[in-house]
Structures are given as C-alpha cells and as structure tokens.
C-alpha cells in the first residue's frame, strides 16, 4: 500500500507481516501519536498473536529493531530499546517504580507482548491486539456488557495484572487491564 497522508497529523501506511498480523506504521508531523498512556482508560499494551515466534521475532527485529525479553513462565515481551527512557520524561520515578516491583531487568522498555496461538486453534488467525489501562477490570467487563458490549473472557488475574477480554457491540476485542504488582509471581 503506497502511504498516504492524514490531514496535518502525520503520514500513515498500513501492512501485513510474514503471516499476515495487519499493523499500521505512523510518520509523525503535528499529532506524534498518543500523548497519554497507561492511564485508566488509555492505551495501555498491544499483543502480537503468532504461530511462527522465531519468524516475527526475525522479521520485527529486522523492521522496528525490537528484541525479546523472556520472563519466567515462558512469556515473552518485544522489547524496543531507549522505550523506558522516553517514559521516564512524563514519569521520572518508573525505573523506582520497576525497582520495587521487582520488575526483570529491561522491563522498562518493554512495548508489547508476543502471544503463541495454540497449535489446536486453526480458526484464530495471527493478528495484533489492543489493552487499555483500567483502575477495574471487573468493573469494566460488567459495565461493557451493560453496554452491548461481549466479556469474552471474565476477569482473571495473570502475571503482573487482573485482565479480561471484551468484545465491543460491533465485535472488535480488546483487553482490560489493570496494573497489579502482586500478581507478578503468578508466572511462576
């Protein structure tokens, strides 16, 4: 697809990875893109969800110069070096705040999570997921069903957060997320 330009906000194209996971990418001109992040209600994470890891780790490296970094339990996070830093200009105490969570080292520049899609799982295909930030993610999943909206999943606790994943009126899902440093040995 040939980029294309919106308004004065920035220039945007939009693509399709080795097996098919659709993303955008954004050149930024007056609009740089999200100015508030991992707030109740905003963007919070984006998952990849992949059949082939070796093969998006390869090809994301090669693109963005993303790595991975492996926490306990098997997960693994794309990493983008220098992330952690840009967030400390609007929050100067995070890498504190990582310190006494006791967050792995390089935590901090973490920018999304890489997902397996379970081999018995045909009908899922590869394809890039939102989070948004919640203050209660029970609270959140009552509050989209009473909106129209589907909880696909009810709200669990996971490493590092209690979660749920909620489809809207018109089907697209997303995931509710709220922050909870006691759950991070839940991965052991």
Request: charged content about 25%; hydrophobic content about 40%; proline content about 7%.
């Amino acid at each position: 697809m040939e980029p294309f330009d919106v308004m004065d906000a920035g220039r945007m194209a939009a693509f399709t990875d080795p097996e098919g996971a659709a993303f955008c990418v954004w050149q930024a001109k007056q609009h740089k893109g999200a100015r508030i992040v991992n707030e109740h209600g905003s963007l919070n994470f984006n998952d990849l969800n992949i059949r082939d890891a070796d093969r998006a780790k390869s090809f994301y490296g090669s693109v963005f110069g993303w790595r991975t970094l492996e926490l306990e339990g098997g997960f693994e996070m794309w990493t983008l070096p220098g992330y952690g830093d840009y967030l400390e200009r609007d929050n100067p105490d995070l890498g504190k705040q990582m310190a006494e969570a006791d967050a792995p080292e390089g935590f901090e520049d973490v920018v999304a999570s890489l997902v397996p899609i379970a081999d018995d799982r045909p009908d899922i295909r590869p394809h890039w997921g939102v989070t948004f930030a919640v203050e209660d993610a029970d609270a959140i999943a009552d509050k989209a069903a009473e909106l129209g909206g589907k909880v696909l999943v009810p709200p669990f606790d996971a490493p590092w957060v209690r979660m749920a994943v909620i489809a809207d009126p018109q089907g697209a899902t997303f995931t509710a997320s709220k922050y909870v440093p006691e759950n991070r040995d839940l991965a052991t």
